[in-house]
């Protein structure tokens, strides 16, 4: 849910949110989460709620070339930040984290480093999905690796002209929407929730 919260906070829409309960949500299509309530809509799956808000607030390039780079580009961000999203389900987060940071380093940084030389947007000349996905993912990663990316100047830059747009830098301030990191408090809820057994 926080790729969509990103989302939703770049399109300058105002969200209500509220929690999903054992109860409700055998009522899931799917038995899925995260669900997003939107133009008389109940909407699952992640990717299929992104491209929908993407399409509506023009976040999702200007021809099916441009929408198809976006999306590439998008899922190699939501491949990375799964793996990170996952650590918390592990009894031993170091060898993940290892992975993680080894193949951010090695395999999907190197693409987002190419990509911006020159170009201040990932595709099109202008903000798209890709672009706030990218500040998100490098966000997390520091959390985890704080100097994961002084090999990436490119990236840095980027993610530095990103974070002033106002409705990001509102969004990355304390008492805003976002989410922190999964934690044990997060592992808990899920496993209640989705009836879920470790190791998965």
Not at 116 to 136: F, H, I, M, Q, R
Not at 182 to 193: A, I, R, S, T
């Amino acid at each position: 849910m926080e790729s969509i919260r990103w989302l939703l906070t770049v399109a300058e829409v105002e969200v209500s949110e509220r929690g999903v309960s054992l109860k409700s949500y055998g009522a899931l299509m799917f038995q899925q989460v995260p669900l997003v309530e939107i133009d008389g809509m109940k909407l699952i799956q992640t990717k299929a709620i992104l491209n929908y808000i993407a399409e509506k607030y023009n976040l999702h390039g200007k021809d099916p070339k441009d929408r198809v780079m976006i999306n590439m580009y998008s899922e190699g961000l939501m491949d990375l930040m799964e793996m990170i999203i996952m650590v918390p389900f592990s009894p031993d987060p170091k060898p993940k984290l290892d992975n993680i940071q080894s193949k951010a380093k090695e395999r999907y940084l190197p693409v987002y480093e190419k990509a911006l030389t020159g170009p201040v947007y990932l595709v099109g000349g202008k903000l798209s999905l890709a672009d706030v996905l990218l500040v998100e993912c490098t966000l997390m990663l520091e959390e985890k690796f704080p100097a994961i990316l002084k090999d990436f100047s490119n990236i840095k830059s980027f993610q530095g002209r990103m974070i002033q747009i106002p409705a990001i830098n509102r969004f990355l301030q304390p008492g805003s929407k976002r989410k922190p990191q999964p934690d044990e408090k997060y592992l808990k809820n899920v496993m209640e929730v989705l009836q879920f057994k470790l190791p998965l």
